[in-house]
Nanobody, 116 residues
Framework: QVKLVESGGGLVQPGGSLRLSCAAS????????MRWARQETPRKARELVA????????NYLDSVKGRFTISRDNDKNTVYLQMDRLRPDDTAVYYC?????????WGQGTQVTVSS
């Protein structure tokens, strides 16, 4: 079955960096687009942060352009989100996701807190 496991979250000071990883299994990873989304609080909707197609084409939320970089390693079945120049308003639970067949699959999320 499809499984997505995020890691790499934590507490960082404003201006700092974190690298999130999402290990995928249960599907042919290289064929599918992957995305990162975040959710500030349980009552707020998840917000798409970045996506990467199987071809490698990428898209970003305007507020993270120039600060975040999404990438993928098809040999390791892993997608990454490099986050630089982090700001307090980047604080959220970050999720990776994949649309496989007719379903969207989500990982369990990893908390990112940007605070001094």
């Amino acid at each position: 079955q499809v499984k997505l496991v995020e890691s790499g979250g934590g507490l960082v000071q404003p201006g700092g960096s974190l690298r999130l990883s999402c290990a995928a299994s249960g599907f042919t990873f290289r064929r599918y687009g992957m995305r990162w989304a975040r959710q500030e609080t349980p009552r707020k909707a998840r917000e798409l942060v970045a996506s990467i197609a199987g071809s490698g084409d990428t898209n970003y939320l305007d507020s993270v352009k120039g600060r975040f970089t999404i990438s993928r390693d098809n040999d390791k079945n892993t997608v990454y989100l490099q986050m630089d120049r982090l700001r307090p308003d980047d604080t959220a639970v970050y999720y990776c996701a994949a649309d496989v067949g007719l379903r969207s699959y989500w990982g369990q999320g990893t908390q990112v807190t940007v605070s001094s």
